[in-house]
């Protein structure tokens, strides 16, 4: 403490003089630096000199004396040393945390195994922000502080803590602390300002559409952009625009319906970051005069005022004219000397069984009644004219045609019948068929029938379905058309020798058999334990999924290691690469190998020559068992070339 003649002075306290280099000054504090001791047996006494500065720059050195006591010594004390939070000298503290938010565990080291305490140093809990849980020894936010991290200064946005820890004898370590704050992302708070008195939300009932009823702003703490939107239009009566709350429709504004004189609506704000809220505004609708007086119906305009002989039913649609807008109308027939029309609703119909015939009456004439809601009438004479029209009966383009059966089994024979086409059209019409569209020469039409004229192209594993076009023509030129489905049902086990085009095969979950033919042909197993034959051309066999000697080993009959090729997919030989069966990559050629086993870790494929087995090893020459993919011919010169992953 200072002593200065100028009441209520402040110091700074300084070592001037130590010789024996244990002491140090911290803040008002007199301490000895960590690991040092006072040992009564060496000095019974320390002399030091201590200047002492005013605020004013004013400084005094005075010469003090330490004296050391003797103690009974059962053990020599060590200071702590090391002090740290969280086993470190930084911690973190979210801002806006909540007072007694946890921020970290304090700890130091003493070869005592002192029960340590721990305190701020003087003016080291920056500004009171912070306070030191004497039994769980943690740093916790203070009740009552507030952490902004957007009023802390670039640069600074952190807090200095000095932690004392003391062994409770007569040593302490001292340690700065930095706690840094993390920015969070905070609500924006949204508000709406109404057109109303004082920014009231009033709205008048009937409001035309997009009256303005109110403007939305927002203040984000964090000074990021925001968005609105409308979750709760009030059934449909109010919508966004802007930042602008409008009339959507203003015939839902109803000051004498029970519910109608306010509306809730819910608008949610988003900042950019993704913070939100959503606050319920209520619109308070006003009430507006709606007395209209009534006015006599003008008249009555039908929709059409002329028809062609041979009409039935509707005649006209019946609209009523009024000097008031929005009016309704209710229609009577006044005067019908024909006899033939009725009306219902708002319709001029014929009744059941009349018919209009021109040769017989050119036009009829009727009076109808008009009458508004408010009981008001008028009756006007109205002419319904009849057209002349030809009675001669015209050709008509058929309606439909149909398949007598749309099935057929996959892989059946070329010239397997599919089904016999009709037609729906007059009585007594004749018709044609041609094919449009064979499902890419996978059917034919002849005879006035669907036949299949390429079966290997019925796949049931690759299509279940396929669509044809036909097109009918009768004996007039009228013509129709329309897409046939034909279903591919499915076969098992499968067995076909393929065709002379480049096929793509794929087996079922059967023990198939399938041949390729003349062509280029892409043969897939499928399940079950398959006999695979790719005939004459460059041919692909693929095997996409996962082999067993017992229940999917393949056999190849007639693999040619110049011609044909193997695709291996990497869904299920998962060690073999990359590769898809659009870009099919080629095996690494570390990864195949001649011989009954592999002889090292990357040895995936194996082809025994001796048996013509194929294998997978998923570990190489690991302890795990390699599996049978297929069987091919003996003695085969295989090599890595002859493998794609796809």
């Known amino acids: ?31 000895l630096k960590a690991g040092q001791h006072l040992d009564y047996e ?10 002492v500065k005013d605020h004013g720059g004013l400084t005094v050195i005075q010469e003090v004396t330490i004296q050391v006591k003797d103690v009974v010594e059962t053990g020599l004390n060590h200071a702590p040393t090391k002090v740290t939070v969280n086993g470190g000298t930084v911690a973190w503290l979210d801002e806006n945390s909540n007072h007694n938010t946890f921020i970290g565990i304090l700890d130091a080291t003493d070869q005592d195994s002192d029960d340590l305490t721990y305190s701020f140093a003087p003016g080291g809990d920056a500004g009171g922000l912070f306070v030191i849980d004497s039994l769980t020894k943690q740093i916790k936010l203070a009740p009552g ?13 952190f807090y200095t803590l000095k932690i ?26 949204m508000t709406l300002t109404g057109t109303g008195p004082g920014g009231t939300l009033v709205v008048a009932e009937n409001s035309v559409t997009n009256t303005l009823v109110g403007t939305l702003s927002a203040v984000d703490p964090d000074g990021d952009a925001v968005s609105y939107t409308l979750l709760d239009n009030a059934g449909g009566r109010f919508k966004l625009v802007g930042t602008q709350i409008r009339v959507a429709n203003g015939h839902l504004l109803d000051y004498e ?55 039935t039913g509707l005649i006209a649609t019946l609209t009523g004219n009024d000097p008031d807008p929005g009016e309704t109308f209710t229609f009577a027939l006044a005067e019908d000397v024909s006899g ?77 019948e599919v089904g016999a086409l009709s037609a729906t059209d007059d009585a007594g019409s004749v018709h044609s068929f041609t094919l449009l569209d ?11 029938k669907i036949w299949v004229k390429n079966g290997v192209k019925l796949d049931f594993e690759q299509a279940q379905s396929h669509q044809i076009k036909v097109k009918t023509t009768d004996q007039g030129g009228m013509s129709f058309e329309k897409v046939l489905t034909i279903a591919v049902t499915d076969v098992s086990p499968e067995s076909t020798l393929g065709s002379a085009d480049n096929d793509k095969i794929v087996g079922g979950a059967g023990n198939d058999t399938l041949g390729g033919g003349v062509g280029n042909d892409t043969l897939f197993g499928g399940l079950g334990s398959d006999v695979l034959t790719g005939g004459a051309g460059n041919d692909v066999f693929v095997f996409d999924t996962k082999p067993s000697k017992k229940a999917n080993f393949d056999k190849i009959t007639d693999y040619v290691v110049k011609d044909d090729s193997i695709w291996l997919d990497n869904a299920v030989f998962k060690k073999l690469g990359k590769g898809t ?17 592999a002889k090292d870790k990357d040895d995936y494929l194996i082809y025994d020559s001796k048996k013509g087995i194929l294998y997978y090893d998923a570990d190489g020459s690991g302890g795990g068992k390699a599996v049978e993919i297929a069987s091919l011919k003996k003695g085969l010169k295989m090599t890595a070339a002859e493998f794609f992953v796809i």
């Open 42 to 51: 060496t000095a019974k006494s320390h002399v030091i000199k201590i200047a």
């Open 581 to 597: 069966a659009a870009a099919p990559g080629k095996l690494n050629k570390n990864f195949f190998t001649i011989g009954d086993k």
């Open 438 to 448: 064979d499902a890419g020469g996978r059917f034919e039409l002849r005879g006035g």
């Open 257 to 311: 319906a029970a519910d109608g004189q306010s509306h809730d609506i819910s608008v949610l704000v988003t900042d950019s970051k993704g913070a939100t809220q959503i606050k319920t505004f209520t619109v308070v609708v006003t009430d507006v005069d709606e007395t209209v007086p009534n006015h006599d119906p003008t008249g009555v305009t039908l929709s059409r005022t002329a028809v062609n002989e041979g009409t």
């Open 164 to 189: 004392v820890a003391s062994d409770g004898k007569s040593y302490s370590a001292a340690q700065t602390i930095t706690i840094v704050i993390r920015d969070v992302n905070e609500v924006p708070e």
């Open 145 to 157: 502080a507030t952490i902004d991290y957007e009023t802390l200064p670039e640069g600074g946005k």
């Open 340 to 416: 033939k029309f009725e009306i219902v609703g708002n319709q001029l119909r014929l009744k059941a069984g009349q018919v209009l015939d021109y040769e017989t009456a050119k036009s009829h004439t009727i009076k109808i009644t008009v009458t508004d809601h408010g009981g008001l009438s008028v009756t006007k004479e109205v002419t319904i004219a009849v057209n002349d029209v030809d009675e001669t009966i015209p050709n008509r383009a058929p309606t439909d045609i149909s398949l007598s059966r749309a099935s057929i089994q996959e892989l059946a024979s070329d010239g397997t």
């Open 1 to 31: 403490t200072g002593t200065d003649p100028d009441a209520g002075d402040t110091f700074t306290f300084t070592l001037a003089d130590d010789p024996s280099g244990k002491f140090e000054i911290i803040g008002s504090e007199l301490r």
